[in-house]
């Protein structure tokens, strides 16, 4: 085992982490000589933050019409009232300056003829304000935080170390252990202060516009460590994945007049979102999609098998498409041989959000199971969950989320060590041990068993796709939660085929799947107690939002046989819920 | 970085760098300009040394002449591949000096657009090589014609 | 369909065959996927985004460098294909190779927004003015995923290991063609350099394979152009170098400067 010291020990590369990296440097200067571990299962600038493409919200031009009100009812009515509004306030105001910050560290916003920033239409704004970049926006605002981040000479990267769990001790945070896969050795990081900024758990599915790597690792970090899982029963199914892999096709494309289109070519959003039409929140439109299927108006396509709809943007003509959605043809032109300029694109909904995630407070400290923060510990991102998106996120509020609570959790983290000065935690030897234990000895060395690592996995994302998806019921939720129990039985049997140290790509994938089948249960189970409709979360059998109750947050935390569930009231402060009709 | 690098590169070195199939025209033309580059400096250190022995006086001028001559028509055809390369390391040459120092036949940045074509691949620089092509082809036959007419054979 | 995959486990290498179903419309990454998840657990190649815009799964496909994810059986039109790590790179196993130098190079050249004021990139009341004419000098170049395929392909990388390469000198003119962008001089004496932009010669091989139409060969003439202009309008030599880079005694206290060789593997 190889100990690492470090001030800030940063897991995940994404927006978030990338974001916290520059903010704790940045505010250092050297005066603290604080040192940065960034660690991340894959290289840097491979996260999939790059994969981002519509926009990112910010109030920009007030004098237009847009005010810090308007955003925040927009985000707080996304989420069909469950977010927490002191943190929406927060957020809205911060997001402004972030975007004009990264905007002189390099991101090639679409500009205006005098050369301010353009913004754009998205899903559930009132006012055109997601910012910018062709559609590349998340790649190229990781370029320039990655090129920022270069800048700083007092960080070590640590890419393609898989962290496998988070040392906590009597409430305080000791450090991540972690393998690196270069060498296959066990390594320990400890940290005076950690942050989480692992991302989504797209994969969990079988149709996701997530990476392979997304995989949700973070969540079962936090969730096999003690700590709570918030409203994990939200995934949110972003309406336009290309058929058949669910490869996003950004919601710009609707931002921009795309037009959703049923077999009988109708405008079908008419029926569901008469005024907003294509431009409704994600969950209204993934909804629209799949009625219209589950009704008989889809698209039958005979290679995958698969129903969809078309989503036409031959009207948009080709110097518009040139100009800001240049991906979306490539993509097209890629995967399918489809010019979007004169064909449309077949599309279904496709996992892309978890709204959920760990429990945190309105900086980005991870709260343990009473409630009150863990020492030394952050988390940021997707992986974190404030709540700013409550049960459904609008389109344009993921990117700056990241940007906004790295600039908060690594002002924190600053502001912690400069205040508090801790010194480097010396955790009980036994624990790591234990640790490396599980991973070479009791999982890698394991003789006996023969159940494989991949036909789980594939079982898993079936069941989630088939039984947890836009639409649920109760009954084929408990189907969900029965085949997740199963699996998690016989993942207990597992054994390994690749015995090798380096780069063990078959080890990574068991433990990952360790956390998925957690996260799993988590969010059927979830899903099956929170009976009403809400956001992202809608139950056939249960199809009205019931605030008497249900306006509050899901809490999951780890028990001995399956996560013990409990709720905790929502923020409100400035609107009180009424209808969501767009 | 600093120091060279020992430790073993797949597919890397000289014959990997000279070999261009599977490529663009332009890695083709880079190997040939390497190569009539090898070629014109051997060529200019032979040269050298022949006309060195001038100053050795008449004799050994005329030894050198005489085993120059019994080459016989091994003389010709190595003039004749010199001045391939020379007209091809000339021609080409002259095309890099327009685009490295001057910027020419590369485009102008665009937003590229799928499929993508490099600017700097694209036709002004092919019309560039094939016009260098057929200007070397052409020169190079009439110097073999006007080698093969001064042997008498034509 | 035949798939013939280069295979390297620390010791020794081989050839391996594996027989899979393909569909035209599967990429190549769908393959390796399958070959990992059916029939053989122990291969090793990388793989994020799965829709060409991470650049993880870079590698050698029938001769030709390129992305696993984006390229498709049915545009390959052979019957099997043959894969291979990157060329020009160091082998750890399989298709996954040492990309530490590939990063180190990219550092090295700055890429990175450089202002006389450095103030200007603390607070940000406003935006800079970037017209949509002048956002095309450079966004070309940003489009970069870093991939590293462009020196896979480059001839000049293949024969002298610390040459920039392709990738590293399209990211400093990125910068230096972006109206922002102030660091011009300070990145001059970095690319002025008999392993900078004088050993590229113009294979264009870099451009002809990247998956992101960036045009890196392009970037490196543009620059070998911007580099004669300010040399001969200046009048400085190549070899003087600037006072930043003359290591002066630092002033006690200070903070240390940067160091050029950056670590990469924490504790390596």
Redesign the interface.
Known sequence: M?T?DYDVAIVGTGLAGLRTAIEVL?RD??KLGLRV?VISK???????S??AEGGTSAVLYPEEGDSFELMAWDTIKGSDFLADQDAVWRFVHIAT?E???I????V??????????EQRWFGGLSFPRATYAQD?TG??EM?ALY??L??Y?NW????ENFVTSIVIENNEFKGFTAIDL?TGNF?YFRAKAGVIATGGAGQLYRITSM???STGDGYGLAYNAGLPLKDMEFVQFHPTGLVP?G??ITEAARGEGAYLVNKDGERFMQKYAPSKMELAPRDIVSRAIMKEIMEGRGVYDE?SGLYHVWLDMRHLGKDRIEQRLP?IR??GL???GIDIVDQPLPIRPTVHYNMGGIHVDIDGKVLNSSGMPVKGLWAAGEAACVSIHGSNRLGSNGTNECLVYGYIVGNDVYNYIEKERPSLPSPSQNLLLAEEDRIFGKLLGKESGGED??QIK?ELKDTMEKYVHVYRTGSEIEKAVTKIRELKERYKNIR???R?R??N??LEHALELGFMLDLAEVIAQGALLRTESRGAHARLDYPNRDDANWLKHTIALKGPDGPSFSYIPVKITMWKPVARVY | ??E??K????????L???W?????V??Y???L??ITGVILILYLMAHVFEIYHVALGPVAWEQTMALLGSLGIWEKIGLWIIAGSALYHGANGFR?IL?????ML?????????P??????SRN?KIAIYLIVLVVEALWIWAGIYLLWGLGII | MKVRIRRF??QKEWWQDYEVDA?P?D?VLDVLNRI???QD??L?F???????????CGMVI???PALAC?T?IGELKTESIRL???????????L??D?N?F??????V????IRKNPE?????????????E?????????????CGICLA?C?????D??FLGPQALGQAYR?I??P?DEGFEERIDILDDSHGVWRC?????C?????????P??AI??L??DI?KYRLLHKKKASTKPAELVQKAPPPNA??P??????????V
């Open positions: 190889e690492l940045r200067k050297g571990a894959i290289y840097l600038m491979r996260s999939h790059v994969s300056q975007i004009r910050l905007e002189r560290w390099g090639p916003w679409n500009r205006r003829e005098d050369g301010r920033i590349k790649f190229f370029r090129d920022t270069l800048k000479d070590d990267r640590f890419d270069k390594r990476a392979a790597s892999r490869i996003l290679k991906f490539e993509i890629k995967y399918l690592v991949y594939d390994l085929s690749d090798s380096v780069f790509y078959n | 970085m600093g060279e690098k430790e073993k590169r797949y597919k890397s070195g000289l990997r760098s000279l261009p199939y599977n490529f663009n332009e890695r033309t880079y190997t300009h390497r890099l685009n490295e120092v001057f910027g590369l485009g102008k940045p665009v937003l590229p657009e799928y993508y074509t490099p600017t700097s691949l620089q | 486990d620390g569909k419309s990429t990992r998840e059916k657990h122990t090793a990388r793989q994020s985004c799965q829709m060409g815009s991470c650049g993880s029938n001769g030709l984006q498709r291979e790590p990157l060329y020009n790179y160091k082998v750890i196993k399989d996954v190779v990309l130098d990063v180190n190079k990219h550092r090295s700055k890429p990175w927004m200007e990139l603390e607070e940000a009341p406003t935006e800079f003015k970037v017209t949509p002048q956002n095309l000098t450079f966004v070309q170049f940003d489009y970069c995923i870093m392909a001839p000049t990388v293949a024969i290991p610390l910068y063609a972006d922002r010669h113009f294979a264009g091989a451009s002809y394979v990247c998956p992101k139409g960036v045009d060969a392009k003439q543009y070998k152009k004669l903070p240390k940067p160091p050029f060789d950056f670590k990469v593997e924490g504790g």
